[in-house]
């Protein structure tokens, strides 16, 4: 069974383009993170993609987070890759990229079938299945993840909007609603009764008993 939210993430050991960890625990710290894999280097939509995350260094770090890529392939090929990667996005890689030839990372995190290889003259098509987003919350536990076909390019815009409404959630009795930014109005968690609720977040809309709409704390 694959990873569910809540669970806490295996303290994985991994060698990267920027060197061996032996704790993803300890790397994460005290900070959020972001795992998000890939079938194979140099191809088309995960260089996009790679350029993508690279170009939000500034986002992810205003928001605590780390982020982290893994690719089925050698830590040499990562860092020739590195290099198209960088001529895309015209901007610096600064996270690591795990190397999984093997496929040990992915099938610990249940990225694909337990069953897959990768054969000689392989292609993306072998591991089309690792294409996963995980975010990752302080305490080392899921938060969130996202699994999509190797024909859809992600949208990192929604990954950074999903984390800001998982850390505008995290330990505090609220929820988003439907295509929230940061700003807009939260939801107030059914836990609290109207009198808690008033409490807690002055005066709220309750648009039904059960939606309350409330400013966002954050």
Same mark, same amino acid.
């Given at each position: ?87 895309? !996005?015209?901007?610096? /890689?600064? &996270?690591? *990229?795990?190397?999984?030839?093997? #496929?040990?990372? %992915?099938?610990?995190?249940? =990225? ?15 591991? !089309?299945?690792?294409? /996963?987003? &995980?975010? *990752?919350?302080?305490?080392?536990? #899921?938060?969130? %993840?996202?699994?999509?076909? =190797? ?68």
């Amino acid at each position: 069974m694959g990873l569910r939210i809540n669970d806490t993430v295996p303290d994985l050991k991994l060698r990267t383009s920027q060197g061996n960890i032996p704790s993803f625990h300890d790397w994460i710290g005290d900070h959020w993170a972001i795992l998000f894999s890939h079938p194979k280097d140099f191809t088309p939509v995960c260089t996009t993609e790679f350029g993508a995350v690279a170009q939000l260094a500034d986002e992810w770090a205003k928001r605590n987070t780390k982020v982290i890529g893994l690719s089925v392939d050698s830590v040499e090929e990562h860092e020739k890759w590195i290099g198209d990667i960088e001529k895309v !996005a015209e901007t610096n /890689v600064t &996270f690591p *990229i795990i190397a999984d030839e093997d #496929l040990e990372i %992915s099938k610990q995190l249940d =990225m694909l079938p337990a069953d897959a290889y990768l054969p000689d003259g392989r292609t993306a098509a072998d591991s !089309a299945s690792v294409r /996963v987003v &995980f975010i *990752i919350a302080p305490n080392k536990k #899921l938060q969130l %993840s996202m699994t999509y076909p =190797m024909s859809v390019g992600r949208n990192f815009a929604e990954v950074l909007r999903a984390l800001d409404a998982l850390q505008a959630t995290y330990g505090t009795p609220i929820a988003t609603p439907a295509n929230w930014t940061m700003g807009q109005d939260v939801i107030v968690a059914l836990s609290l009764d109207d009198a808690a609720a008033k409490q807690q977040f002055g005066d709220f809309d309750a648009v039904l008993p059960y939606l309350r709409k409330a400013k966002s704390p954050v």
